[in-house]
């Protein structure tokens, strides 16, 4: 019996018996500082996917901690060198999950009394169904990036709503952009229907909205900024894009997207730098990609990139933080082992 009671102890973070490690037990006004260090802290719901889609703390990882495959993708998604902020709804399961993360090295902390706790103490929710990820720029501004589906990314930065390739269905999945703000600027890269969607353009536009595209497809909407790769516009003080390329190199693939064709696009908001990548695959043109913050590289093969030439991309762009996207059914959840030792923090979300 002992030992039994000793076990549901280390089950919930009271002792490292069962060969579990300690972690920290948080109240809310801790947790709510490790949620405020964006930089330095990974906050992970372990509740269900009806849990978190009802509210769930902004930024939150979701990763069901009662399902089989939970260290597998907490493993894959989760870096070391990150604290691990961890709640569920009353602070039992993610005392349980931060306990299993504890053992495998991971330095966690669990919110006591769970979001029922945030909650009773005033604490924001949010009912954004995508994950969102948040950095601070030079000046200290807030960056969010929203993972909507596959290559559509939502931006907020200072007031401003930036549209990256929104599509209204891919598959069986559906974003509903009515429920989205109106965007200040929406770029395409390109005019594959994953990427360039008119009825989603016509309802995330308003009057004031600035849309930006290759050629092809402000010829085939019939409005648009036209940028070509090289090209640089500045939009404000604290805000450029540049135009850069993004094409097929492989022998047979040329067709999907052929060079001269297609925009990536790099983001420099207030001194962070993003790389969008678009549809490309490994090209040299990426050594010219300096100073990155944050990339999205493209990992679909046949028609984007291998998980060898992901890889090789991001050892050749060195971004701080990774994005796999527009990854499909490409099976990605070995590239953060293949990239620990480049010290690239890589982050892997729903952007099937």
């Known amino acids: 019996m002992k030992k039994i009671i000793t076990c549901l102890l280390a089950t919930l973070g009271l002792s490292t018996a069962c060969g579990q490690k300690n972690f920290e037990n948080a109240d809310v006004e801790w947790f709510s500082m490790l949620v405020d260090d964006v930089a330095g802290t990974v906050i992970l719901d372990v509740r269900t996917a009806d849990e978190y889609a009802e509210g769930h703390i902004e930024g939150a990882v979701h990763i069901d901690q009662g399902k089989n495959d939970f260290m597998e993708k907490a493993k894959a998604v989760l870096p070391l060198d990150k604290k691990i902020a961890v709640y569920c709804r009353s602070g039992r399961r993610s005392a349980s999950a931060a306990g299993r993360l504890a053992n495998e090295g991971y330095q966690c902390f669990n919110l006591k009394g769970g979001i029922l706790a945030w909650k009773n103490e005033g604490k924001p929710v949010s009912t954004d169904m995508y994950e969102v990820d948040l950095f601070k720029t030079s000046s200290g501004k807030i960056v969010k990036f929203h993972a909507l589906v596959h290559a559509s990314i939502r931006i907020e930065y200072d007031g401003k709503e930036i549209e990256i390739d929104p599509v209204t269905k891919l598959g069986a999945k559906v974003i509903d952009c009515t429920k989205l703000p109106k965007a200040d600027y929406i770029f395409v ?164």
């Open 189 to 352: 890269t390109h005019e594959h229907g994953d990427h360039f969607d008119q009825a989603a353009l016509r309802v995330l536009s308003n009057n004031k909205t600035r849309l930006v595209t290759n050629k092809r497809c402000a010829d085939m909407y019939g409005a648009g900024e036209v940028m070509a790769n090289g090209d640089v516009l500045k939009i404000a003080d604290d805000f450029t894009v540049e135009a850069v390329p993004a094409y097929n190199t492989t022998e047979g693939r040329q067709q999907f997207h052929p060079k001269g064709r297609d925009n990536g696009y790099i983001l420099t908001l207030d001194g962070l730098r993003i790389y969008i990548a678009g549809d490309t695959e490994d090209i040299p043109e990426m050594e010219s990609v300096k100073d990155i913050d944050i990339a999205f590289l493209p990992c679909n093969q046949p028609y984007t990139m291998t998980t060898d030439q992901l890889v090789k991309a991001a050892r050749i762009v060195k971004p701080k933080v990774l994005f796999p996207y527009h990854y499909g059914q490409t099976y990605i959840t070995s590239v953060p082992a293949q990239l620990k030792a480049d010290g690239i923090d890589v982050r892997i979300r729903h952007y099937e």
